[in-house]
């Protein structure tokens, strides 16, 4: 019986509990249900190492479900805690021959230390030994017949063989321990191929130098040994720097909040509280240089907040009382009070690090594919090198080893392996810098052959609460400026969004003194002034006896004393350029709203949008995307992930405009949470640029084989070319990709 070693306190199953586990665990069926925990992992070297990594987990008891993403390095795994250790889950990754932790930032930021420090000092002792090597070996490439004295040669033969043994035994372990993971678990991987034309070649190589003349005939190839592993070292460190690149986004994220944050209390002064003993309601003192622990909205105050780590842009948002605020972003300047509206995991950057989760927990679409492929590539390749070596043997001996190994690594499938997830990977971390997070990679395919962009309008076209455009005043001795700070006063004290919008325009809101209030729903809000006189604020019709069509609302004395308040709807700041660049590529643009026709046609005509359609209740906006959609268009629904949920799940591809607990709940494809809507004609831009990239890798990949095997059976392909092109073109996949970050 496996013996497991005793895990620290709170990680065995009869401690386990959510609010241990929370940093890297969701449970979408509650503490007694199912958990879903993001780990780390150190060790993965190609697509075959999920499926051993896979195995492994699925064998424990309690384990559900286990999914390993190889070009993030990263493990999503469903499983139930209360029948298994988490320290049972990490043992039986170490037994697998695998590194594990929990994805919290510390331990994580030390197992990738330690993983970059250990692949640097291979690739540097490969590199040097390498240079050496080959310098021992030029004699033999540029010496005339007759001018290298035997002995000599042998001398430089033997220096080669002893720079050769720590490639061996060090840089390339990697290739051998993976091999024999790949070989234990009955998956073909291509450390498979990597590793055996490694070993043949060294074990050939030693021969030649033992036995001149002898079995493996006279040639000797250190000097392609070492430059093969050198070379393919290097294509990996690439590699690994792009996955690490991607986990530090997550964690930079993740470690946004403040370890306290100064909570106001009701009786006077202040205290000092983690983010965790926050709650909603809650009043936060936020000063210069301090982080919020919370999102919530301005009570008092003014600022400039940068929100570059959640949204992407650098330059700091101004901030005033009823502005709204995310956890995370840090304060520049001023002292903000601010009302906690979510959190913990409600907060919008909880949301984001649950979405790049997921999303760097998934295998890119075309993943299994390719994998699938390569696993019956890598046994083709084994039994076409096994071919040739016989063949020749019969044919020249001397040279049998040296085509066996040349087919062997000329036809690895390293840059097979690696084209998709180093494409989508890199294109859903540009995107991510964009403010648009990517909750599905599939959704990258599905971008590419979108033809119509159809916006919701309120929250998503227009900014996310109304603005006062305009103000007038009818009666007798009826003063608009007074009259407006009256109202905003009243304002101050609903919760309705209308009321709040009002309150928060132009500052904090002057005190009022107000008796009796009371609201009225589906009207206003009224109450007494300090001299008994009742008002009223709301809709127009419940205020005077003669409305004014073009107020949104109203504030009155019932007296004829009235303000007429415009409150409108603004266009966001890129809207109209956004509409722009979708028009100018060619897509339809079109606008669906369930609100009223004057207010729709306004937001149209200020955009540049031909195509509207107003007052559509959900069931009429699901009918017009079916419609669209029955015609052959591809439609990307942009909308704000609440009301227009049926639309959005009808859409080909989803993008939602959303914060705080609605980033956990919904079901969108991606999430905007820069609320730049230029984000969206860069997505589908970058989705075809994606797209091309990906086609250019899998083509090189397929042409370099074509173009290599024949040459290498023919053996007028040596081993040391085999191994510049077989690494070159891994190369060539990694670097291509990464253009899709400019």
């Known amino acids: 019986m496996r ?96 590194r594990a932790s929990p994805d919290v930032a510390a331990p994580a930021r030390e197992l990738r230390r330690q993983e970059r420090r250990q692949a640097l000092w291979r690739l540097f002792v490969a590199g040097f030994l390498m240079m050496q090597v080959m310098m021992l070996a030029t004699p033999a490439y540029v010496a005339a017949a007759g001018e290298l004295a035997p002995d000599l040669d042998r001398l430089l033969r033997w220096g080669s063989w002893v720079m050769t043994l720590p490639v061996m035994a060090f840089s390339a372990g990697p290739f051998f321990s993976g091999a024999w993971r790949q070989l234990r678990a009955g998956r073909l991987g291509m450390d498979v191929p990597v590793a055996l034309g490694i070993a043949v070649t060294f074990v050939a190589s030693t021969g030649v130098l033992f036995d001149p003349g002898g079995l493996f005939g006279h040639e000797v190839y250190f000097d392609s040994l070492t430059m093969f592993v050198a070379l393919l070292l290097l294509a990996r460190w690439f590699e690994l720097g792009a996955r690490h690149r991607a986990a530090e986004a997550l964690e930079a994220v993740a470690g946004a909040l403040p370890a306290v944050a100064e909570r106001l209390l009701d009786e006077g002064g202040s205290e000092r509280v983690p983010p965790e003993a926050l709650r909603v309601g809650d009043r936060l003192r936020v000063a210069a240089g301090e982080a919020f622990a919370a999102d919530g909205r301005v009570l008092s105050g003014r600022g400039w907040v940068n929100e570059a780590l959640l949204t992407g842009e650098s330059a700091p948002v101004a901030k005033a009382a009823g502005d709204a605020v995310v956890a995370g972003s840090i304060n520049g300047d001023g002292v903000l009070v601010v009302a906690v509206q979510r959190v913990g995991e409600d907060t919008t950057a909880q949301g984001i690090v649950r979405l790049m989760q997921q999303a760097q927990g998934q295998r890119p679409p075309a993943g299994s594919v390719l994998d699938g492929v390569a696993t019956w590539f890598t046994a083709v390749v084994l039994l076409l090198a096994l071919g040739a070596g016989l063949a020749w043997w019969w044919i020249e001996p001397s040279r049998a080893v040296a085509v066996a190994v040349a087919v062997l690594i000329v036809t690895c499938p390293c840059a097979l392996t690696l084209a998709a997830p180093a494409a989508w990977l890199t294109a859903s971390g540009a995107l991510a810098r964009r403010g648009l997070l990517l909750a599905e990679l599939s959704a990258l395919e599905r971008l590419c052959a979108v033809d119509t962009v159809v916006f919701d309008k309120t929250g998503t076209l227009s900014e996310d609460r109304l603005r006062l455009r305009r103000h007038w005043a009818r009666g007798a001795g009826a003063d608009a400026d007074a009259l407006l700070a009256a109202a905003r006063s009243l304002a101050a004290l609903s919760r309705h969004p209308h009321a709040r919008a009002l309150a928060g325009e132009g500052g904090e809101a002057p005190a009022g003194d107000w008796h009796e209030v009371h609201e009225v729903p589906g009207h206003g809000i009224e109450a007494l002034d300090a001299g008994g006189r009742r008002w009223r604020l709301g809709a127009s019709a419940w205020v005077g006896d003669a409305p004014d069509p073009a107020a949104r609302l109203a504030f009155g004395d019932g007296a004829g004393r009235v303000l007429w308040l415009d409150l409108a709807e603004l266009p966001r700041a890129d809207a109209a350029e956004a509409v722009a660049a979708l028009a100018a590529s060619g897509r339809r643009v079109r606008l669906l709203s369930g609100d009223q026709p004057a207010a729709v046609a306004r937001m149209a005509g200020a955009l540049g949008i031909a195509q509207w359609q107003a007052g559509a209740a959900p069931q009429a906006k699901l009918a017009a995307v079916r419609a669209w959609q029955a015609a ?111």
């Open 3 to 98: 013996s497991v070693s005793v895990p620290p306190p709170g990680l065995r199953a009869a401690d386990a509990d959510a609010r241990l586990l929370a940093p890297f665990t969701t449970w979408p069926d509650g503490p007694d249900g199912i958990a879903v925990s993001q780990l780390q992992v150190a060790g993965i070297h190609c697509a075959a190492c999920s499926g051993i990594i896979e195995a492994a987990l699925l064998a424990l008891p309690g384990v559900a479900a286990a999914s390993v993403n190889p070009a993030a390095g990263r493990l999503a795994l469903r499983w139930r805690p209360s029948r298994l250790a988490l320290a049972d889950v990490l043992a039986a990754l170490q037994a697998a021959g695998y």
């Open 632 to 742: 052959g268009e591809r439609v990307l629904m942009v909308g704000d992930g609440i009301n227009d949920a049926p639309v959005l799940a009808a859409a080909d591809v989803r993008i939602v405009m959303g914060e705080g607990a609605m980033l956990a709940r919904s079901a969108a494809d991606a999430l905007l949470v820069s609320n730049r809507l230029l984000a969206v004609p860069q997505a589908l831009a970058l989705a075809q640029k994606t797209r091309r990239v990906l086609r250019q890798n899998l083509a090189w990949a397929a042409l370099y084989n074509l173009a290599c095997v024949p040459l290498a059976l023919a053996g007028w392909l040596p081993p040391l070319a085999a191994g510049v092109g077989m690494a070159a073109s891994s190369l060539f996949v990694v670097l291509n990709a990464q253009r899709l970050n400019r």
